[in-house]
């Protein structure tokens, strides 16, 4: 069944490729539909997750491979979202929380407990291999190093650029033990939503695996940081949530999903609570990623909503997240940021500076510092314009 469901996915993003007015049919049908405010919210649910959720499918492969037309997709599904009077708000705003969690365990497509699974990656083994609780001590894990914990988003698994990017970073930087979580079974739905409904359960599984490894001696509370992005910055708050008898030492969000999860941060969400330090860095607020601050210290790299050098105002922008953070493992000290005065200064576009000197991202994360925070990128690599 899973084999189907994932060629399934790869047929339609073929078909896509080959009819992008296939596309422009099904906007043109939507906003048809779309007559009033009171259907917005059912309006998107039904319609825009699966046309997001097409779209994405596309993501990496349509910036590489597509060039226009992937980009002429992302416009016309921006166009799509803006036309309607507060689809946007109404669909990031949908709390699916409760229905989360009553659909923990009975998907019947995916089932955590069985379906996420854990690829460490060391200096010794730098090619992976599986580790459960119960494993990981046989192996190359060494209980001396820092352990970092990556979790990917929607459409992605362990194999994916993002993995990838940031664990090499790590072990280029020293002994880590870098462990890539892969709920790919789940991640890879067309439809998105079935995609958000699964983040809870898969914390569970992350976090039973790091409080299992803490009453096992074999990583610290401090040791310990949990990175993830889009929808696996979410599923990173979630898992900061669970871990019993302390906190870890960070939590990492970038870009962290917008749609279908609360606009404010909750507890179903990224929270500042999650961790000893919790940091976001927001890169496409607004679209695919949370507009709102949800940690202690929120970065909003060029004003956190759009990039430079990207051709689209939805992918490109979202999966930057990643290559900034990635980039700042090895050069922490040249993301230098400016302390703002408030949120609203972001939405304005102006920052007041506060005085002080502070990065963001980096390793050793940062500690102690709150906040909004403001810096600027550039277009392409190396991102970092300080130092």
């Known amino acids: 069944m899973k084999l189907l469901h994932i060629l399934g996915i790869v047929l339609f993003a073929q078909v896509a490729t080959a009819s992008p007015s296939l596309f422009g ?4 049908a939507a906003q048809d539909v779309i007559s009033d405010a009171s259907v917005v919210a059912e309006a998107v649910v039904d319609e825009a997750s699966t046309i997001v959720g ?3 499918s596309l993501s990496e492969a349509a910036v590489q491979n597509l060039g226009g037309t992937a980009i002429d997709l992302f416009g016309s599904l921006t166009t799509l979202i803006q036309a309607v009077p507060n689809a946007t708000m109404g669909f990031a705003s949908v709390d699916l929380s409760a229905s989360e969690f009553l659909l923990t365990g009975q998907d019947p ?3 955590a407990s069985r379906d996420v699974f854990f690829v460490l990656y060391t200096n010794e083994n730098p090619n992976g291999v599986n580790v459960t609780a119960a494993t990981i001590a046989s192996t190359t894990y060494n209980s001396s190093n820092p352990t970092r914990i990556v979790i990917h988003g929607y459409l992605n698994n362990h194999l994916s650029v993002m993995n990838i990017e940031i664990r090499q970073q790590y072990l280029a930087l020293g002994n880590f ?3 890539i979580v892969d709920w790919g079974y789940g991640a890879f739905d067309i439809s998105y939503l079935n995609a958000r409904l699964r983040v809870n359960s898969v914390s569970i599984q992350v976090a ?4 299992t490894m ?3 001696n074999l990583t610290t509370y401090n040791q310990t940081v949990v990175v993830g992005h889009s929808l696996g910055g979410q599923t990173a708050g979630l898992t900061g949530k669970k871990i019993v008898g302390g906190k870890i030492r960070a939590v990492i969000a970038l870009d962290p999903a917008g749609p279908l999860f609360p606009i404010q941060p909750s507890t179903s969400t990224v929270q500042p609570t999650d961790a000893q330090y919790v940091e976001a860095i927001h890169c496409n607020g607004g679209g695919f990623g949370m507009l709102e601050p949800c940690a202690q210290a929120d970065f909003f790299p060029n004003w956190g909503t759009l990039q430079p050098g990207c051709a689209d105002a939805l992918v490109c922008p979202h999966l930057r997240c990643y290559d900034l953070f990635a980039e700042s493992i090895a050069k922490t000290d040249r993301f230098v940021a400016t302390k703002c005065a408030s949120y609203s200064e972001i939405t304005k576009t ?3 500076n506060q005085g002080g000197s502070y990065v963001m991202g980096g390793e050793a994360p940062n500690s102690g510092i709150s906040g909004i925070f403001y810096l600027a990128t550039a277009g392409a690599s190396p991102f970092a314009l300080g130092g």
Do not use: A, D, K, M
């Not at 039973?208 to 409080?211: D, E, F, V, W, Y």
């Open 177 to 179: 033990n870098v462990i």
């Open 350 to 352: 102006t920052c007041t």
């Open 109 to 111: 497509f995916f089932n």
């Open 208 to 211: 039973g695996l790091i409080n």
């Open 25 to 28: 049919s099904l906007l043109s």
């Open 54 to 56: 097409s779209v994405i």
């Open 214 to 216: 803490i009453s096992n």
